[in-house]
């Protein structure tokens, strides 16, 4: 066998090893994939009492700051005031978290919190909602403002909190709150429709490929990206759009009454403090000062349920997640936004 056949068979011993050891490594992983699978529907209550971790914080800088003799005073003190507060019964404050993409995937989250709330919740108590969100899918973003229509239905106060952007689906979100806070820097607006996908009808044309689509009923598809695109299919399909615009603006109109619809349902957005003044949100504020100001007359508990991650996501990361959900949903392009 000259050189090269050595080298050759060298190459295929090492490949071997290469595919043994993906093998073990790999073949547990799945299994335990397959084993946990239902395991990882289940969802996880995180709760968390924010008052008590910030007071547990304030205790051990004050250690590292005082001198013995103030410390042993401060650790009296505090000890009575645990103390008194323990006698007492003061309403709650409960903190949900809402980051939004365009499918808005975290309301099947959002709507089991929510209900976990109205089972202990009392009249006096309150939900904050962290939110995050620069809007997407109608129907998505839609189904989310119901679900925090359920605690002003059951008359539970909201508060919304936008430290970052409450953008077209986001505001309709926001909206449903008794209040909507926003920091200095906060986009906020963004009333406006958005529909718009690749057309390549044309493209395809020249190519001699046809594409062929039956459909019952006259408007059953407007534009698509392979049809030809005509004066009636657009003009059918802005007469939806508007539609969408219109019921947009009926639902914020039952919450924010003194809006001028004129002048905000632009598709505009704005920062925190013109948003104030055009009746968009009541106050500038981020969301951690109002949270620390609550724990003056509250308990202030942060809620969320969550599922593990996988075996294969925690040891390679989210893009091995096999979410067909997730695959399907990242693939919408011909819907309307908010």
């Not at 042993?72 to 000890?79: A, N, P, V």
């Not at 005031?81 to 499918?103: N, Q, R």
């Not at 603006?249 to 920062?271: C, I, N």
Request: aromatic share 8%; with cysteine.
């Amino acid at each position: 066998m000259g050189w090269s056949g050595e080298i050759l068979l060298f190459a295929l011993k090492a490949l071997i090893i290469v595919i043994g050891l993906l093998a073990v490594i790999l073949i547990p992983l799945v299994v335990a994939q397959a084993r946990n699978f239902k395991d990882r529907k289940k969802k996880k209550l995180y709760f968390e009492d924010l008052k008590d971790k910030l007071n547990n914080y304030t205790t051990e800088l004050q250690g590292h700051i005082l001198d013995k003799k103030k410390w042993k005073l401060y650790l009296k003190d505090l000890k009575k005031k645990k103390a008194k507060e323990a006698k007492t019964t003061v309403p709650k404050s409960y903190v949900l978290e809402f980051i939004g993409d365009k499918m808005a995937s975290q309301t099947d989250n959002l709507r089991e919190e929510i209900s976990l709330i109205l089972k202990i919740a009392k009249p006096e108590d309150e939900v904050i909602v962290l939110l995050e969100s620069r809007g997407g899918s109608v129907a998505h973003y839609g189904l989310a403002a119901s679900q925090l229509k359920r605690l002003r239905d059951h008359g539970i106060s909201l508060t919304i909190c936008v430290d970052k952007v409450a953008a077209s689906g986001g505001y309709l979100m926001a909206c449903v709150g008794n209040k909507i806070l926003s920091a200095p820097f906060a986009f906020v607006g963004s009333i406006g429709v958005l529909y718009g996908i690749p057309n390549i009808h044309d493209l395809l044309k020249k190519n001699l490929i046809t594409y062929e689509e039956l459909t019952a009923g006259k408007y059953k598809r407007t534009l698509t990206p392979f049809s030809k695109v005509t004066e009636e299919k657009k003009e059918k399909l802005q007469e939806q759009i508007n539609l969408v615009h219109e019921q947009f603006q009926s639902f914020l109109k039952q919450y924010r009454t003194d809006l001028d619809f004129d002048k905000v349902a632009t598709g505009e957005a704005w920062l925190g403090e013109e948003a104030l003044k055009l009746g968009l949100v009541d106050g500038i504020q981020c969301g951690d000062d109002y949270i620390m100001g609550r724990f003056k007359t509250r308990d202030v508990y942060k809620v969320a349920l969550k599922k593990d991650d996988s075996l294969l996501d925690k040891v390679f990361g989210k893009v091995m997640s096999f979410s067909l959900k997730d695959k399907i949903s990242g693939k919408v392009y011909d819907e309307m936004t908010l």
